[in-house]
């Protein structure tokens, strides 16, 4: 029965990525004929090619080339600083309590379930009078403050399940702050980093709404240039275009995925031993 599940909703998630990968190394010809889910008589990679540098989004004819460096760009110091901070005050609020770290805390938290739509306009006044208004440093910014809240509880309660007897003997060793957190908490949380390595990097790379609102054309993220690219009005429909833009925008997530799949795995049930 567990099996026969795991089966079906397997073959749910993977038929449209079958799909996609079907059609998009398929000519327009072969595609006209109609039958999405038979293989391709011919493979074409000229699709993967026009999607990556050729396809049109009005007068910008550059594919998604442009938009997957400005992704690029985007992701990795928003990844960066905000598990850096993150690490830190999931660290302080574990091992250093200070006055008033609970309510903090709760303060904190409640900030990950206030609904992104509610601070689109407060957010683009702040950025417009910092003069960070459409450019990718803005982007980052407002990427690093939305991941610190869900990242300070999973890096919070990481640090909880680690043995107290650690901290206490390196308290007694004479140890402080950091030399705590760099000798002795952080070589014992890869786990709890490559979560919070993927969570981010799928989050910032699969994210729309912000890369829309915050950012002009110029800068626009690979998603927003492949939404544009979908969606063009102009010339032929090429549906193996479209489908190979949407498999290159999602290798990044896929890939990261594969790669620490099972440190995935260890970092949640290991973070999610105490609360």
């Known amino acids: 029965m567990i099996y026969g599940t795991l089966f079906v909703v397997s073959v749910y998630y993977l038929l449209p990525l079958y799909v996609m990968i079907m059609t998009s ?47 690029v760009r985007i992701t990795i110091p928003s990844v960066i600083v905000s598990i850096a901070i993150a690490s ?23 900030g990950a379930f206030v609904p992104y739509q509610v601070m689109l306009y407060p957010i683009v006044i702040l950025l417009r009078e910092a003069g960070l208004y459409g450019s990718l440093t803005g982007l980052v910014i407002v990427h690093t403050i939305f991941g610190m809240p869900i990242l300070t509880l999973l890096f919070r309660n990481y640090f909880s399940s680690l043995p107290e007897e650690l901290f206490k003997a390196a308290r007694v060793d004479g140890a402080g702050f950091w030399g705590i957190y760099f000798k002795i908490m952080l070589p014992m949380s890869l786990p709890i980093f490559v979560v919070a390595m993927i969570l981010q990097i799928t989050g910032i790379w699969n994210d729309f709404l912000f890369g829309v609102v915050y950012t002009r054309p110029e800068n626009y993220p690979m998603t927003v240039q492949l939404n544009n690219i979908v969606n063009s009005v102009q010339g032929v429909k090429e549906y193996n275009v479209n489908m190979a833009a949407t498999v290159l925008t999602g290798l990044v997530p896929l890939i990261v995925y594969f790669v620490s799949g099972k440190l995935f795995v260890r970092g949640i049930a290991a973070g999610a031993v105490k609360g």
Request: glycine share 10%.
């Open 25 to 71: 190394v398929k000519g327009m010809p072969e595609i006209r004929m109609g039958n999405i889910f038979s293989p391709p008589l011919e493979i074409t990679f000229q699709p993967w090619v026009k999607a990556w540098a050729e396809a049109c989004t009005g007068l910008n004819c550059e594919g998604l080339s442009r938009g997957f460096w400005n992704s």
């Open 88 to 110: 830190v005050n999931g660290y302080a609020l574990a091992n250093w309590r200070f006055k008033g770290a609970n309510i903090f805390f709760t303060i904190l938290i409640f």
